[in-house]
């Protein structure tokens, strides 16, 4: 399993952007993909999932109305759409993916993880 995150930049508060995480070895349309964040001296914060066979998304509330999570299984990619985004939405953001059509907001039950891709809002 291999997940790749790519889209972070630098962006002003208010400004928005579309992250994706492209897998392989992986379908992002039959498990719980994830996203997180770990902002610099902080721990990993768990952003929101989906669960796209079972039609379910959840996010955080710091979150909630800002961001939106999508899935293109076509292209076996997951998206993280933000938008008015925030100076404490600085992070470096992750997705994850689990091996079970089961979804939760807990890091350690994702066993594979992209690299990583920086967002920084200033």
């Known amino acids: 399993v291999q997940l790749v995150e790519s889209g972070g930049g630098s962006v002003a508060p208010g400004g928005s952007l579309r992250l994706s995480c492209v897998a392989s070895?992986?379908?992002?349309?039959?498990?719980?993909l994830g996203w997180f964040r770990q902002a610099a001296g902080k721990e990993r914060e768990w952003v929101g999932w989906?669960?796209?066979?079972?039609?379910?998304?959840l996010y955080t509330d710091s979150v909630k109305g800002r961001f939106a999570i999508d899935i293109v299984s076509a292209k076996n990619t997951a998206y993280l759409h933000m938008s008015s985004l925030k100076t404490e939405d600085t992070a470096m953001y992750y997705c994850?993916?689990?091996?079970?059509?089961?979804?939760?907001?807990?890091?350690?039950?994702?066993?594979?993880w992209g690299q990583g891709t920086q967002v920084t809002v200033s």
């Open positions: 989906i669960n796209y066979a079972h039609g379910t998304i």
């Open positions: 070895g992986y379908s992002v349309g039959t498990k719980c």
């Open positions: 994850a993916a689990r091996t079970v059509p089961y979804c939760t907001d807990a890091a350690r039950e994702f066993p594979y």
